[in-house]
Nanobody
Framework: QVQLVESGGGLVQAGGSLRLSCVAP????????MGWYRQAPGKQRELVAV???????NYADSVKGRFTISRDNAKNTVYLQMSSLKPEDTAVYFC???????????WGQGTQVTVSS
C-alpha cells in the first residue's frame, strides 16, 4: 500500500502564509503527477494545484497568484506554498499521487488549514 505523509497544516491569520508538505514513496514519485485538493465544510472536494513530473503546473483560479506548487524529486516531496491566505481558504487539504502508467491514484489523510479573520 502506498502511503502519503502530509504536514504543515495549522491555524493562521488572514494575510499570513503556510507551507504544506507531502512525502511519497521514492519508487514512484518521480514518474507521477502530484496534486493538492481541498474540501471545506458543506462543499465538494476541489482541485487546488497539480504538478507533472516535468514540473508543468496548473492552479485553480481562486488561488492563482497566491499559491505555488513545487516538487523535489531528491526528497520525494511535493509542497504547496500558500500566501495571502483568506478565510475562504479554510479547508482540509489532501495530497494526491497520480501514477501515470499504469494509471492509479493514491490519497493522503488530509491536513486541516484554518484561516482566521
Amino acid at each position: 500500500q502506498v502511503q502519503l505523509v502530509e504536514s504543515g497544516g495549522g491555524l493562521v491569520q488572514a494575510g499570513g502564509s503556510l507551507r504544506l508538505s507531502c512525502v511519497a514513496p521514492r519508487s514512484i514519485f518521480s514518474i507521477s503527477d502530484m496534486g493538492w485538493y481541498r474540501q471545506a465544510p458543506g462543499k465538494q472536494r476541489e482541485l487546488v494545484a497539480v504538478i507533472s513530473p516535468g514540473t508543468t503546473t496548473n492552479y485553480a483560479d481562486s488561488v492563482k497568484g497566491r499559491f505555488t506548487i513545487s516538487r523535489d524529486n531528491a526528497k520525494n516531496t511535493v509542497y504547496l506554498q500558500m500566501s495571502s491566505l483568506k478565510p475562504e481558504d479554510t479547508a482540509v487539504y489532501f495530497c494526491k499521487l497520480n501514477l501515470l502508467f499504469p494509471r492509479r491514484e493514491y490519497w493522503g489523510q488530509g491536513t486541516q488549514v484554518t484561516v482566521s479573520s
